[in-house]
Nanobody
């Protein structure tokens, strides 16, 4: 069965960095676009970044452009989100998803807290 397992979240000071990982299993990973979403308390889940199956295409939310980088290693069935210059407003639960037009599977999420 399809499984997505996120890791790498934690508490970081403003201006710091984190790298999130999402390990996928149960499907042919390179055939699917993968995305990172986030949901802050009291807010709707929002798309952060997306990467196509072979990694040639990426997109980012305006709020993270120039600070976050999405990448993937199809040999390891893993998608990453490198987050630099983190801000308190980046605090949220971060989820990875498998996309078929819209997300059809989600991971359990990993908490990112940016605070001094």
């Amino acid at each position: 069965q399809v499984q997505l397992v996120e890791s790498g979240g934690g508490l970081v000071q403003p201006g710091g960095s984190l790298r999130l990982s999402c390990a996928a299993s149960g499907f042919t990973f390179s055939h699917y676009t993968m995305s990172w979403y986030r949901q802050a308390p009291g807010k709707e889940r929002e798309l952060v970044a997306r990467i196509t199956g072979l990694g040639g295409g990426t997109m980012y939310a305006d709020s993270v452009k120039g600070r976050f980088t999405i990448s993937r290693d199809n040999a390891k069935n893993t998608v990453y989100l490198q987050m630099n210059n983190l801000k308190p407003e980046d605090t949220a639960v971060y989820y990875c998803s498998r996309d078929r037009g819209n997300p059809d599977y989600w991971g359990q999420g990993t908490q990112v807290t940016v605070s001094s």
